[in-house]
């Protein structure tokens, strides 16, 4: 069993809807939650970032993490064509300095216009 | 400000022939990742480093051997390539809770 659960998709919905994106881990020592957005051919940047459970919105974005169920979510409001990307999950705890990160293996997404 | 950078941007290997991928980073961080990504797999560590002169193993490290002479260069070495080392690689630096990403370079190896 992976350490991350992603729902690989791919997803395709029309302009303007709210989008569902998530996660479940199995490790509870994860700490530091994120998700990071990768456009085709290009490597993934950080885009939400949380560390304990609750939510945490940024614009059109919002993320949601439930420690006691080990779950996930980024929600996406109102989305626009240049929101279609694969959207991974990535987690990690403090081992030692080199924060390293656990992916999730991706959900593509597409915004149809 | 390049940010990271990687070079060669793609590379088609023949079984054995060995090759150096090279990751520059100008933002002056201590933290380098090199990482594979496959199909279904998402993004697994190849290998690491927290400052100059300094590596670590990651998830994935068999075949592949890592440098960090100097701070803002990460070289991530195939020694004798094999068809399932076919990837896109990506290197990553860090500074605080955040990873800034290269562009990646697609390797095959027929």
């Known amino acids: 069993q992976k350490e991350v659960e992603q729902d690989p998709g791919p997803l395709s919905v029309p302009e303007g809807a709210i989008v569902s994106l998530n996660c479940t881990y199995s490790?509870?020592?994860?700490?530091?939650f994120m998700w990071y957005r990768q456009y085709s051919r290009k490597g993934p940047e950080l885009l939400m970032y949380t560390y304990s459970s609750g939510n945490k919105e940024d614009g059109r974005f919002t993320a949601q993490v439930d420690k006691s169920s080990k779950y996930i979510s980024l929600f996406i409001r109102d989305s626009q064509p240049s929101d279609s990307a694969t959207y991974l999950c990535?987690?990690?705890?403090?081992?030692?300095?080199?924060?390293?990160?656990?992916f999730g293996s991706g959900t593509q997404l597409t915004v149809l216009p | 400000n390049a940010g990271v950078t990687q070079t060669p941007k793609f590379r088609v290997l023949k079984t054995g022939q060995s090759m150096t991928l090279l990751c520059a980073q100008d933002?002056?961080?201590?933290?380098m990742y090199w990482y594979r990504q496959d199909p279904g797999m998402g993004l697994r560590l190849i290998h690491y480093?927290?400052?100059?002169?300094?590596?670590a193993k990651g998830e994935v490290p068999d075949g592949y051997n890592v440098s960090r002479l100097k701070k803002q260069n990460f070289l991530l070495g195939l020694e004798s390539a094999a068809p399932s080392q076919t990837s896109v690689y990506f290197c990553?630096?860090?500074?605080?809770?955040?990873?800034?990403f290269g562009p990646g370079t697609r390797l095959t190896v027929l």
């Open positions: 490790n509870s020592a994860f700490q530091y």
């Open positions: 990535a987690m990690s705890y403090s081992s030692g300095s080199a924060r390293q990160l656990t």
């Open positions: 990553a630096s860090r500074t605080g809770d955040e990873q800034f």
């Open positions: 480093s927290v400052g100059e002169g300094t590596t």
């Open positions: 933002m002056n961080h201590e933290y």
